[in-house]
């Protein structure tokens, strides 16, 4: 056989052609079966895959080796190259090509480049000892991307009608809305904080009450160089020593989100009962951080930011009227700090009220924690102003296996006009632990013991002539919160523990304790119980408890009796729970109350694509019927498209896709998939900050005539980015066409065909037949035929009516 064959010679194998069903064996293109690797010179858009993670969506161009024969390499240039996050040691050995400017790719032992054409992916291997620290979900700071420009607006809406069945009862109707709007240009952030509030009572003679308001104006940025962020503008004091009130002024701090996630803290969780569909509003010194609605029963809020620092106020407004209010502490855990490192946090301005007016004179506060040696970590810090100063000092102990803990003392002196200078100090203690052999966790358990002559800035600020704070200054406060799990008994207990005491006032206490367990008895199988209590006593006491007991059915559906009891009343309540589908979910309930009052209502809950809202419906016999609803929600504004979504962090880091005009591509990251819309973009919300975020195609939702060559793509993002991400997708008809020059002959077998994004959507078989997908009428397609040479079809009506067989000149 060997006697009659013809064979193409490659650098260091031999093609025999005959073992090709090809009826003209002279005209073959080789260039890409003949080379191991070879890719024929030109310019080609890359999906980047650096050690099989995505780095970067890109054009590459391969040009022939100066440095092995019958070869080509990739040109890699040096704004490029800074994107792998190559050790300093590497980087002082690269090497760079005189003439062309590329990246001499021996200069980095073991690196590999090879491009992938039909699934447009170039794989960058390089050894893992010569990159930065990196994880299986955070990247180091070279890869962080501060995104494209553009506008946000996110907001946060709840409204609630209530009708009086009685004629002494009036109607009312109460809205409320909060939200960030802003503006991203490179690395800065700049945002604007607003809430506004309107009620309607249906009283005669009495006004409807509206107001609208700016929390606070402030921009910022990261500084990846320095694992720090830069802020300007109003803001309230981010401190581990002090505590908090507003400024308007310029801070520095380190911000550890920029650590991988296994040195980073924790974010405040809020937990609580509401005895009926409530409205659950979190706030500090009377900025609304967070406001949803509830059904019925326990709640918890676990995805309030982890940089909000001090005391948070809660307030229940249920939908019977009653409003319950309770304060949650959320100190940080012991401040260590790895040995040599040094974290700090450097504030200048001055304290201003709630109205933008300013109110004390220029303070500076400045505090660090230093890693001093392997276990121990020196914290310290002061704060300073003309009448007011303060200085604290300490020390944190990772404890090992024992946890960690922290203490520290703060000096006050206070200088007022009309009352003697005030000089004293306050203690604090804070300890954290996870016990992995017994499923338990201490998250946070701390101390503070206020002398009486001690002032914070804040009871500073307040000073009016007379009294130093409205509740008095503090006097001792502790905070726990712990979990434990008993797997053995399908058991899980909580407890939330906050008691505050002043040297002026009254005491306050917050007070929850929640239990749950699986059952596993007969009928019960699968079924929960749940007991959650609270206590919550300042000036008036609010004790309430609620138990209940949910049963699937054999539908998915679940069945549930819940028991709830507070100062006022006690009600027992049936209620019924189901899914429409994956976004949608909804809630009966029949309740009779000991005041006798039955009442009947229904909670609905859905995560679409571009929004969340809920609905709920409640009728007391007698008494009222109330409506509410709720939606959360945004819309970013780019140069490279627009789109609503859904809002998860007001204000924070998001990512459009751009399905190249192609549109109901479901994409999602940590959520429910969103399509994108009739001009291809689509914006995902639930990402993470200097983490890398994996962003999926549902392949098996994908629209008829529409391709993904890849269906994961991964960003990390610096704080507040809008990131961009092209996904390769092939749309349009697909069609088998035969394809000739102007002299007859066929296009050689085996010539690649692209795209005008420069993407591989087919390639030549025998006799020039290609079968191509993504075409569309007016577009054009470019055949890459050996020596660097293309040829170039454009698509009309016409010649896609022609059949396969009737060829399509290539020019």
């Known amino acids: 056989m060997s006697a009659y064959s013809a064979s193409v010679y490659a650098d260091d194998f031999q093609f025999n052609t005959d073992l090709l069903d090809v009826t003209d064996k002279k005209n073959i293109e080789l260039g ?16 980047v895959n650096l050690n099989n993670q995505y780095l970067t969506d890109r054009k590459i161009k391969f040009l022939p080796s100066k440095y092995h024969e019958n070869k080509t390499e990739a040109c890699l240039s040096e704004d490029f190259v800074e994107k792998f996050g190559l050790i300093k040691e590497i980087q002082k050995r690269l090497q760079w090509d005189n003439e062309t400017d590329c990246l001499v790719l021996d200069s980095i032992p073991g690196m590999t480049v090879k491009g992938d054409l039909p699934k447009a992916t170039a794989h960058i291997h390089i050894p893992q000892a010569y990159l930065e620290y990196r994880s299986e979900n955070w990247d180091p700071s070279s890869l962080w991307d501060e995104g494209i420009n553009g506008a946000i607006f996110d907001y946060n809406l709840a409204a609630n009608t209530s009708f009086g069945h009685q004629s002494n009862q009036p109607n009312s109707t109460f809205i409320s809305a909060n939200g960030v709007t802003g503006l991203n240009l490179s690395a800065w952030r700049v945002r604007a904080d607003w809430q ?3 009620q309607h009572v249906g009283i005669q003679g009495q006004k409807d009450k509206h107001d609208f308001l700016w929390n606070r104006f402030y921009a910022y940025r990261a500084l990846p160089s320095l694992k720090s962020q830069l802020m300007i503008g109003e803001n309230y ?13 310029a801070s520095l701090r380190s ?23 409530a409205k659950v509003i979190v ?53 260590l700090t790895r040995p040599g490192a040094i974290r700090y946090k450097a504030t200048v301005g001055r304290p201003t009220t709630y109205n933008h007016e300013v109110e004390g004179d220029l303070f ?23 009448d007011y100063n303060a200085l604290s000092v300490g020390v944190g102990r990772d404890l090992l296996s024992f946890g960690a803990v922290s203490f520290d003392i703060t000096q006050s002196f206070a200088k007022f006009e009309q009352q003697k200078n005030l000089q004293g100090r306050s203690y604090r203690l804070n300890y954290a632990k996870r016990f992995e052999e017994m499923n338990s966790q201490i998250q946070f358990a701390g101390y503070r013991f206020s002398e009486r002559d001690f002032v914070s800035m804040s009871d500073f600020l307040a000073y009016n002539g007379a009294t130093l704070t409205r509740y008095g200054r503090s006097k001792e406060m502790y905070s726990v919160s712990l979990s434990q799990n008993l797997p053995n008994y399908k058991t899980s207990i909580s407890v939330n523990l906050n008691h505050q005491t002043y040297w002026e006032s009254k005491d306050r206490d917050y007070y929850t304790l929640s239990i749950n367990k699986t059952l596993d008895i007969g009928a019960f199988r699968n079924s929960n119980l749940s007991l959650s209590a609270y206590q919550n006593k300042s000036d008036t006491k609010d004790t309430g408890a609620y138990l209940s007991l949910s049963l699937p059915l054999d539908t998915g559906a ?4 819940s028991l709830s009891h507070d100062d006022f009343d006690t009600r027992n309540q049936v209620s019924y729970f189901d899914r429409l589908n994956n976004t949608t979910s909804y809630q009966f309930n029949a309740t009779h109350s000991q005041d006798q009052a039955s009442s009947f209502g229904a909670f609905v ?14 009728y007391v016999r007698d008494r009222y019927t109330s409506i509410g609803a709720s939606s959360q929600g945004g819309i970013t504004l780019t140069a490279r498209g627009i789109d609503f979504h859904r809002s998860n962090a007001m204000g924070g880091t998001r990512v459009m896709i751009d399905t190249e005009k192609t549109a109901d591509i479901p994409v999602s990251a940590n959520g429910q998939p969103t399509n994108s819309n009739y001009f291809g973009k689509v914006v995902v919300t639930d990402v993470s900050n200097y983490t890398r975020n994996s962003i999926k195609v549902d392949i098996n939702k994908l629209p008829k005539n529409a391709e993904v060559t890849d269906s994961v793509l991964q960003a990390s993002l610096t704080e507040g980015a809008i990131g961009y991400r092209k996904l390769n997708v092939v749309s349009g008809q697909k069609k088998l066409i035969t394809l000739s020059f102007d002299d007859g002959s066929f296009v050689p077998f085996g010539t690649p065909v692209m795209n005008n994004q420069g993407r591989s959507v087919g390639m030549v078989d025998d006799n020039g037949l290609a079968y191509l997908g993504g075409i569309k009428v007016g577009e054009q397609m470019f055949a890459h035929l050996g020596n660097g040479q293309t040829c170039s079809i454009t698509f009309t009506e016409n010649n896609l009516a022609k059949a396969e067989n009737d060829a399509l000149i290539c020019k």
């Open 32 to 47: 890409l079966f003949s080379k191991p690797g070879y890719i024929m010179p030109g310019d080609y858009a890359f999906k």
């Open 364 to 386: 500076f506060t400045g505090e660090f924690s230093w890693g001093v040696t392997n276990g121990w970590s020196l914290i310290g810090g002061s704060l300073n102003s003309k």
């Open 558 to 561: 679940r069945l549930s009796y």
């Open 237 to 249: 004091l981010n401190s581990d020593l002090f505590d908090s009130f507003r400024f308007t002024g």
């Open 196 to 198: 506004a509030n309107y």
């Open 283 to 335: 706030s500090q010194l009377g900025r609304v951080l967070y406001q949803t609605q509830v059904p019925a029963g326990p709640f918890r809020i676990q995805d309030l930011n982890d940089s909000v620092s001090g005391t948070l106020n809660v307030r229940v407004e249920e939908e019977d009227g009653t409003v319950r209010e309770f304060n949650v502490e959320t100190a940080s855990i012991p401040f």
């Open 605 to 618: 809950s859905h995560t679409g694509g571009r929004i969340q809202a809920s609905a709920n419906i409640n």
């Open 255 to 277: 911000d550890i989100n920029m650590l991988p996630p296994r040195l980073r803290g924790y974010a405040p969780e809020v937990t609580g009962v509401a005895q009926t569909n």
